[in-house]
């Protein structure tokens, strides 16, 4: 164990001078700060749902699922966290956000490394997504990694294989197949049973965060185009499709 720093305060731990300073409103308006803040603190939530993650995709790929659900519950919670957060956002009306929107330039959420690289990490592995950022900057190299390494979903299908399930050519079809014995005797396969469910909160989490974000976005722009230069609010009501999970989605109607 690393030894305490003699005289160790809260403020020297947290690096709260760091922390803190990190708040610099563009505009004199009042209501930024709120706009800043939540931005930060999805930003925090996310980089302890990547550490969460990555922890979850080891132990599924040394079959240690007891302890890759704790990992995969507190990512749950988080999400839970994040989607509530969006009712703080919401007291920003239209009027107080167009006041300032002006400063925020072509800068938007889509441009979300820690995003991009949580839906990577859960297995929507979209290459396209790199464009946003520069080769050789820190964002891309770790964007790439997360490509190149094992996802949630691919874990998850590793040890359905290990198991002895036949998942064919991998397709959607071919694993909703496979996971449809899990659920159909699924007091046999108990932890890929409870596998899966924990698979499904987290997709069913993010579904309801991205659905959030799009009510809160038609709240305070209504459908004008995003800062980011997308459709805005049409764009985002696309995103609501995604599943990460699109078998354990479907199984459930063959059961
Ligand atoms: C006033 C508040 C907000 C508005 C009006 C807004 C608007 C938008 C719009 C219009 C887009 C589509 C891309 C574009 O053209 O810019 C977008 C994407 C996105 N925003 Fe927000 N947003 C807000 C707050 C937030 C917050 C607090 C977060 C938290 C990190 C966030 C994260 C994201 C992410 C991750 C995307 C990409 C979604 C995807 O591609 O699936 N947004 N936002």
Redesign the pocket.
């Known amino acids: 164990m690393t030894a305490t720093p003699a005289g160790m305060t809260y403020a020297n731990y947290l690096k709260l001078d760091q922390l803190l300073s990190a708040q610099q409103p563009l505009s004199q308006l009042h209501d930024e700060m709120l706009?800043i803040v939540?931005?930060q603190t999805?930003?925090l939530w996310m980089k302890e749902m990547l550490h969460e993650l990555k922890l979850a995709v080891r132990l599924i790929g040394e079959d240690r699922f007891a302890e890759a659900y704790k990992a995969m519950a507190r990512v749950s919670r988080i999400q839970a966290v994040m989607t509530l957060s969006w009712d703080v956002?919401s007291t920003?009306t239209p009027v107080d956000?167009l006041a300032f929107r002006d400063v925020l330039g072509t800068s938007?959420?889509?441009q979300?490394a820690q995003?991009r690289e949580i839906e990577f990490r859960l297995g929507l592995k979209n290459p396209a997504f790199l464009e946003q950022h520069a080769e050789g900057s820190i964002e891309r190299d770790r964007l790439e990694a997360a490509l190149g390494e094992p996802s949630l979903r691919e874990a998850a299908t590793g040890a359905l294989e290990r198991a002895g399930f036949d998942i064919g050519d991998g397709s959607v079809e071919a694993l909703a197949a496979a996971w449809l014995e899990v659920y159909r005797d699924a007091e046999r396969w108990f932890d890929l049973y409870e596998l899966a469910e924990k698979l499904v909160d987290i997709d069913d989490a993010l579904a309801s965060w991205?659905h959030k974000?799009v009510l809160?976005?038609e709240r305070?722009?209504g459908n004008r185009?995003?800062?980011?230069?997308?459709a805005?609010?049409p764009?985002?009501r696309a995103?609501l499709e995604k599943r990460v999970f699109p078998e354990l989605w479907s199984l459930r109607t063959a059961l």
């Not at 185009?225 to 997308?230: K, L, Q």
């Open positions: 706009f939540i931005h999805k930003e956002l920003l956000y938007s959420g889509f979300s995003f991205r974000h809160t976005v305070i722009i185009p995003g800062t980011g230069g997308s805005g609010a764009y985002l995103t």
